[in-house]
């Protein structure tokens, strides 16, 4: 057997490895959501309608996940060390051209690419990890990387706030300026991971990454679309819905039966892994899911402007630091399904104190709900990620951690948009019923009027334009309230989701610890 290229590293320069990898990990899933609460500055700023502002954030989310699943074969191909350069590189590159994007189509194409280039730089952290250390060295990195995962998007919003707030939205990409081209010129001159196999790019295969790229992009398209257009009832949203579905099966088919696939589905034949996968993809959902929807109903009902919505949602990254430590020791002692019933409760328990929302909730409302989700976020990560690795056999482990990503960014895009879906539909529906009670006939409704009409009054203006003015804040409120009540249906959906999941918790199997040989299977 040959000798690893780690094996004379010293202890040092693997820390610093690791270090520099983390960080590039770090701000890939930290533009996930930097742009959250500053997506009315930059659809301002670009001349924008609101629906194509969305995809801002889409954009980014859909592209990091085809590459992601890519991750582990490119890495194989070219080695972990020049995938992880050059994906910092473009990063960089595709940074500064958001920063410059003159309209929303270059905006979204330029956060595309960076998705896209940035997406490598996620899962390939996890198998240098389980690489580089040993013992107990190696049962942190779960923990670490967990953190990372979890933290990086929760104070996106926050970051990204104070970012627009005090210098411009443009910052929110040059910031990775820095740290991009620290990494782009320190690792190529640090000790190899791993050696390239080339022979790799002879049996690459194209069919299905454009098999997994249609797919992915027509399901999202679904999913972003299809409330506006009535669903199946529009021809697009209907024949998209076809596409998804016929070359999703078509590259599982083509994943199952090509020697050198880009996404190793067989790794889900492992019943552990497949569930584990399972887990991580509702997590996904839900810390994307709600660090969408908080910023979004701070700044709908609230009135909240980008700081504000910042220093609202940074709660729940204070709390995920201060449990860390303890989640990096329970991970070592505690059943690793134990922790997943602990967090996946306190995460639902979370979402339904914000089922009690009302039009008069604010940031500091919300500081119960956000530290419980911040202290269930890490106790759902870890133990889900220690399961789908340690179930596996270590030649697996750098396909299989690239697909265990793939499903949380997956369930992070599918549930921002099935959350955008949702509040549409439910605003509508408590719209349509609050409406159904405002006639002549409603004692409560002709009092509210006439005690608007009694103060507007005051202002001597015309009697007509008074009651079209009274009218006019009456259909404000009742807007108001609809929405808050559709974000407390959000809250309460996304909590039963949580609690439900828990049902495939006997499926599991507690792993054996990781082998020793997962540090040549990582090459």
């Given at each position: ?94 940074s500064i051209a958001c920063g410059f994007a003159w ?100 049996k690459f295969d194209w069919l299905g990454l454009a ?267 009742v807007r108001k309230e609809a929405v808050t009540m ?38």
């Amino acid at each position: 057997m040959n000798p690893s290229p780690l094996d004379s590293m010293s202890t040092r320069r693997k820390f610093i490895l690791f270090a520099l990898m983390a960080v590039g990990q770090f701000m890939a899933l930290l533009d996930t959501q930097i742009v959250a609460s500053s997506i009315s500055d930059i659809q301002a700023g670009l001349a924008a309608a609101p629906d194509e502002s969305s995809w801002v954030q889409t954009a980014y989310l859909m592209a990091e996940i085809v590459m992601i699943p890519l991750s582990g074969w490119l890495s194989r191909a070219f080695s972990t060390r020049w995938l992880f350069t050059v994906s910092a590189a473009s990063f960089t590159l595709a940074s500064i051209a958001c920063g410059f994007a003159w309209n929303i189509q270059s905006m979204i194409v330029a956060r595309a690419v960076q998705g896209f280039v940035g997406g490598a730089m996620i899962p390939t952290v996890f198998a240098t990890g389980y690489a580089l250390f040993q013992g107990k060295q190696r049962a942190l990195i779960p923990a670490i990387l967990g953190l990372l995962s979890s933290l990086a998007p929760t104070i996106g919003p926050t970051l990204g706030g104070w970012i627009t707030d005090t210098l411009s939205w443009h910052w929110l990409f040059f910031v990775n300026i820095v740290p991009g081209m620290v990494i782009t010129f320190t690792i190529p001159f640090l000790e190899s991971i791993d050696e390239p196999d080339f022979s790799l790019l002879r049996k690459f295969d194209w069919l299905g990454l454009a098999l997994l790229a249609i797919s992915l992009s027509s399901l999202e398209y679904v999913l972003e679309e299809g409330y506006r257009w009535n669903w199946l009832d529009d021809t697009t949203i209907r024949n998209f819905t076809w596409l998804a579905g016929i070359t999703g099966i078509l590259f599982v088919w083509r994943s199952l039966t090509y020697s050198s696939p880009i996404v190793d589905l067989r790794a889900l034949k492992n019943r552990t892994f497949a569930v584990a996968c399972l887990f991580i993809f509702i997590t996904g959902f839900g810390l994307f899911g709600a660090v969408f929807v908080l910023p979004l109903f701070l700044a709908r009902v609230a009135g909240y402007d980008a700081r504000q919505i910042g220093d609202a949602v940074f709660v729940a990254g204070l709390s995920q630091i201060m449990i860390a430590p303890l989640v990096a020791k329970l991970s070592q002692k505690m059943d690793p399904r134990v922790m997943i019933i602990v967090g996946f409760s306190l995460f639902a328990f979370s979402l339904w104190l914000s089922t009690q929302v009302t039009s008069q909730w604010a940031g500091g409302d919300f500081f119960w709900p956000q530290t419980v989700r911040g202290l269930a976020l890490l106790l759902c990560i870890v133990p889900a990620t220690n399961m789908a690795l340690g179930a596996l056999p270590p030649v697996q482990l750098k396909m299989a951690s690239a697909l265990f990503n793939t499903m949380r960014n997956l369930g992070g895009a599918i549930g921002i948009a099935c959350i955008n879906t949702w509040l549409n539909a439910r605003t509508n529906l408590h719209w349509h019923r609050l409406t159904e009670h405002l006639t002549t006939a409603n004692p409560q409704a002709q009092s509210w009027l006439a005690n608007v009409t009694a103060h507007l009054t005051g202002s001597g203006a015309d009697p007509a334009l008074i009651s079209h003015r009274a009218l006019a804040v009456l259909a404000q409120t009742v807007r108001k309230e609809a929405v808050t009540m559709a974000f407390a249906d959000v809250f309460h959906l996304m909590a039963v989701l949580f609690i439900g999941t828990l049902i495939f918790v006997p499926l599991l199997r507690r792993p054996a610890p990781i082998s020793a040989a997962a540090k040549e299977a990582a090459h």
